[in-house]
């Protein structure tokens, strides 16, 4: 059981927006940043946004984040064949004094 | 450019001790924008963050794992470790090693430890 919800599947057509959200609480997100990760088959993650909605360099601005209470949300917009991948949210827990994740969220684009 | 790369056994017995090693390269270890941390995927799961290690030699550990964790650097290698002790078939996973802040955003490609006897 992860300290972040996220649904565990997605899925979108070509073009299309999707939004994928990570539920936490006051330790979590409520009081520090949320951050996404994407993960395709076989390889390391990859940071996709950090602190709510910054994205590293190189990250396309179709990726968007957001961050409402204790939930954050990842945003895919113009939807590529190449984001079928697992995402995951993480967030640092005070309570905990460490990283926690979500259990992540499988896109599946149609 | 920064690159992170596990090495260490694959194979490690129950209740034994699970060691790994990340080399680091185009930074230093001890340089004070980093910290460094491990972080696993057991098969077929999500990610788990083990704990990190900041330049002055403090860590974290997951409170799940602290009384088997611990993670050193040896600044005359460049490199971190970790260790973990009485290991079961419940550690078996894909080990990363990563630097961080923000956030993680440095990862190694990953190494597999499988504990079986």
């Known amino acids: 059981q992860s300290v972040l919800t996220q649904p565990p599947s997605v899925s979108g057509t070509p073009g299309q927006r999707v939004t994928i959200s990570c539920s936490g609480s006051t330790s979590n997100i409520g009081r520090n940043t949320g951050n996404w990760y994407q993960q395709l088959p076989g390889t390391a993650p990859k940071l996709l946004i950090y602190s709510n909605n910054q994205r590293p360099s190189g990250v396309p601005g179709r990726f968007s984040g957001s961050k409402s209470g204790t939930s954050a949300s990842l945003a895919i917009s113009g939807l590529q064949s190449e984001d079928e991948a697992d995402y995951y949210c993480a967030s640092w827990d005070g309570g905990l004094n460490g990283w926690v994740f979500g259990g992540g969220t499988k896109l599946t684009v149609l | 450019q920064l690159r992170l790369q596990e090495s260490g056994p694959g194979l490690v017995k129950p209740s034994e001790t699970l060691s790994l090693t990340c080399t680091v390269s185009?930074?230093?270890?001890?340089?004070?924008?980093?910290?460094w941390g491990w972080i696993r995927q057991p098969p077929g799961k999500g990610l788990e963050w083990i704990g990190h290690i900041y330049q002055t030699g403090t860590t974290n550990y997951n409170p799940s794992l602290k009384s088997r964790v611990t993670i050193s650097v040896d600044t005359s290698k460049n490199r971190f470790s970790l260790k973990l002790t009485s290991v079961t078939a419940a550690d078996t996973a894909l080990y990363f090693c990563?630097?961080?802040?923000?956030?993680?955003?440095?990862w190694g490609q990953g190494t597999v430890v499988t504990v079986s006897s």
């Open positions: 990563a630097g961080a802040p923000p956030t993680f955003d440095i």
């Open positions: 185009g930074a230093s270890v001890s340089d004070g924008s980093y910290y």
